[in-house]
Antibody
Framework: QVQMVQSGAEVKKPGASVKVSCKVA????????MHWVRQAPGKGLEWVGGYDAEAGDTVYAQAFQGRVTIIEDTSADSLYMELRSLRSEDTAVYYCAGNNYYASGSFLIWGQGTLVTVSS | DIVMTQSPDSLTVSLGERATINCKSSQNVLYSSNNNNYLAWYQQKPGQPPKLLIYWASTRESGVPDRFSGSGSGTDFTLTISSLQAEDVAVYYC?????????FGQGTRLEIK
């Protein structure tokens, strides 16, 4: 049974950075195509970025270009997302999500979510 | 970017009745070389992450009840719940993974009449 366990809730001030982690258990991270998706309170799902199997590289949504970095540490089966220059609109639950490469881009496995609150 | 538009925004259906949610993509999401539609459906209940129901537009994920089915191709897709159960109350999202950026529909809230 594959599980993804994320780090705990964070409260940050505007302009600060946050780093959220996602630990994969029961599977090897190197066999998964992993992404980050966020959901603002009461809103829909928004893709942040992740591994594009066709491009063979990590890609990011234009809205986050230059502010976000996604890193995989396959030796620790862990995924990280760092978001910089935080603003109040970044307040959201951030999910790591992934699938095997056959269905890469659809999200079978989800972390429990990490609430990031940006407030002065 | 491929824009995903769901209809309706909310839906109220009686127990045991059929529920139908539509999803339209602004561009084709059918990859001709493998004849797969890069379209998925998710169910999200309050306080939980989304759950994958359908991928490749019509392939039901393991463990998903067979009352859930997906259909469509190209730009027009449908999620059908054949006989609504109380536990199906949730928000449903379609998603395209044909090209980056990955995009989701705005969601359809399904409630019991």
């Amino acid at each position: 049974q594959v599980q993804m366990v994320q780090s705990g809730a964070e409260v940050k001030k505007p302009g600060a950075s946050v780093k959220v982690s996602c630990k994969v258990a029961g599977y090897s991270l190197s066999e998964l195509s992993m992404h980050w998706v966020r959901q603002a309170p009461g809103k829909g799902l928004e893709w942040v970025g992740g591994y594009d199997a066709e491009a063979g590289d990590t890609v990011y949504a234009q809205a986050f270009q230059g502010r976000v970095t996604i890193i995989e540490d396959t030796s620790a089966d862990s995924l990280y997302m760092e978001l910089r220059s935080l603003r109040s609109e970044d307040t959201a639950v951030y999910y790591c999500a992934g699938n095997n490469y056959y269905a890469s881009g659809s999200f079978l496995i989800w972390g429990q979510g990490t609430l990031v609150t940006v407030s002065s | 970017d491929i824009v995903m538009t769901q209809s309706p925004d909310s839906l109220t259906v009686s127990l045991g009745e059929r529920a139908t949610i539509n999803c339209k993509s602004s561009q084709n999401v059918l990859y001709s070389s493998n004849n797969n539609n890069y379209l998925a459906w998710y169910q999200q209940k309050p306080g939980q992450p989304p759950k994958l129901l359908i991928y490749w537009a019509s392939t039901r994920e393991s463990g998903v009840p067979d009352r859930f089915s997906g259909s469509g191709s190209g730009t027009d897709f449908t999620l059908t719940i054949s006989s609504l159960q109380a536990e199906d109350v949730a928000v449903y999202y379609c998603q395209q993974y044909y090209s980056s950026p990955i995009t989701f529909g705005q969601g359809t809230r399904l409630e019991i009449k």
